[in-house]
C-alpha cells in the first residue's frame, strides 16, 4: 500500500481486506469491498487534507476497481447523484467472470418471489446465510445484505424498467442447500433477462448513458493511504504509464475472489 505521506509501506492485499469495512453491496452472495471516508479523517492524526505528497493525475468522487459485480456499486452511486463515478478494469473485456455467469442474483425478499407467493422472511434468509457461510461469515454484512437486495432491484425496475424474472415457483430456482434450516424452493433467485452476458452489456450500457466514466485496460497497483491509514485513492497504469487517481468518497474494490488462495481465505 502507497501512502501519501514520503514513506511507501508495502501491505498485503489480505491485511487491506482486513480493515476494509465489507459495503452494504454484495451481489450473487458476493462481498464487495468499500474503504469509504470522509475528506479529512477524524481522532488523532493531522487535518492535513488527503493527497498533499502524492501528485495526483485524475479526481473523482466515487472509484470502482472491477467491472464486475462491483459495476452495481457504480451503478447505485451515479443513480443517487454522485457526481463524478469511475470504473477502472484490468481486462479489455467488460464484466469479468459476473459477464460469463448465468447472471442470477440471489436475493432474499425478491419482491417478484414474493408476489408468486414465497411466504420469505428475514430471520429465514438469515438463518440460511448463517448456515451456509458455516460461521465464517460476517452477520452484520448478512443483514445488510438482506435488507438491502431487493431494494436494488426495486430500484432497477423502477428507474430503469429493468425486469427481473423467476419468482415462479416452476422456474426451478430453489436455494442450493436444502437441508439447511431458512430454505427456501423457489423465490431468491433474480433471472435477469439475457443472463449474466445481457445484465452485464446493459450495465455497462447504462453507466455510460448517466455518465460515469470507464477505464479499459487499467490495472489497480496499489491502494493509497493518507496519514491515519485511510483509503484515499488508487495507483493504477492507463495506457502503459503509471497514474494516481484520488477518491474524494470511496474507493469500491470489486476484483474477484481468491476462494482458491488459503493464505488470503484464513485472513
Ligand atoms: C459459467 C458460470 C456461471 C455462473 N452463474 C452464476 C449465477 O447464475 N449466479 C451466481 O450468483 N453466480 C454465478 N456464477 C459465479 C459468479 O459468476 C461469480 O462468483 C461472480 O461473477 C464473481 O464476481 P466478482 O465481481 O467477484 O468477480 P468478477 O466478475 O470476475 O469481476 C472482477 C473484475 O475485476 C477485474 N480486476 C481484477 N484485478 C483488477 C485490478 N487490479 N484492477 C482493475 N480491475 C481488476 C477483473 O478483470 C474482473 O473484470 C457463475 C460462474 C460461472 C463461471
Redesign the pocket.
Given at each position: 500500500m502507497k501512502s501519501n505521506s514520503n514513506d511507501t509501506n508495502a501491505i498485503s492485499r489480505g491485511d487491506f481486506l482486513k480493515s476494509a469495512a465489507l459495503a452494504g453491496l454484495g451481489?450473487?452472495?458476493?462481498?464487495?469491498l468499500s474503504a469509504c471516508t470522509p475528506s479529512k479523517t477524524s481522532g488523532g492524526g493531522s487535518d492535513k487534507p488527503a493527497g498533499s505528497s502524492v501528485t495526483w493525475d485524475k479526481e473523482v468522487d466515487v472509484l470502482v476497481?472491477?467491472?464486475?459485480?462491483?459495476?452495481y456499486a457504480a451503478l447505485v452511486a451515479k443513480g443517487n447523484d454522485v457526481e463524478k463515478v469511475l470504473v477502472?478494469?484490468?481486462?479489455s473485456?467488460?464484466?469479468?467472470?459476473?459477464?460469463?455467469?448465468?447472471?442470477?442474483?440471489?436475493i432474499p425478499l425478491f419482491y417478484a418471489g414474493q408476489e408468486a407467493g414465497m411466504n420469505d422472511t428475514r430471520e429465514d434468509a438469515l438463518k440460511y446465510m448463517k448456515a451456509c457461510a458455516a460461521g465464517r461469515g460476517n452477520e452484520k454484512a448478512m443483514e445488510t445484505y438482506i435488507d438491502n437486495g431487493n431494494a436494488l432491484l426495486e430500484w432497477t425496475r423502477d428507474t430503469f424498467n429493468w425486469k427481473w424474472g423467476s419468482g415462479n415457483p416452476d422456474a426451478g430456482f430453489k436455494d442450493y442447500y436444502e437441508p439447511y434450516e431458512g430454505f427456501r424452493p423457489f423465490g431468491r433467485?433474480a433471472?435477469f433477462e439475457g443472463?449474466?452476458a445481457g445484465e452485464?452489456a446493459t450495465i455497462q450500457a447504462k453507466l455510460e448513458e448517466i455518465g460515469v466514466e470507464i477505464m479499459m485496460e487499467?490495472?489497480?497497483?496499489d491502494l493509497i493511504v493518507d496519514e491515519n491509514g485511510a483509503v484515499v485513492g488508487?495507483a493504477?497504469v492507463s495506457d502503459g504509464k503509471a497514474i494516481n487517481i484520488k477518491a474524494n468518497t470511496c474507493v469500491v474494490l470489486?476484483?474477484?475472489?481468491f476462494d482458491h488462495n488459503p493464505e488470503l481465505m484464513s485472513a
Open positions: 451481489i450473487a452472495g458476493l462481498g464487495v476497481v472491477g467491472s464486475g459485480t462491483a459495476a477502472i478494469e484490468k481486462n473485456l467488460w464484466g469479468g467472470t459476473s459477464a460469463t455467469s448465468g447472471g442470477t442474483l440471489w433467485q433471472d443472463g449474466g452485464w487499467t490495472p489497480a497497483t488508487v493504477a470489486g476484483t474477484g475472489g
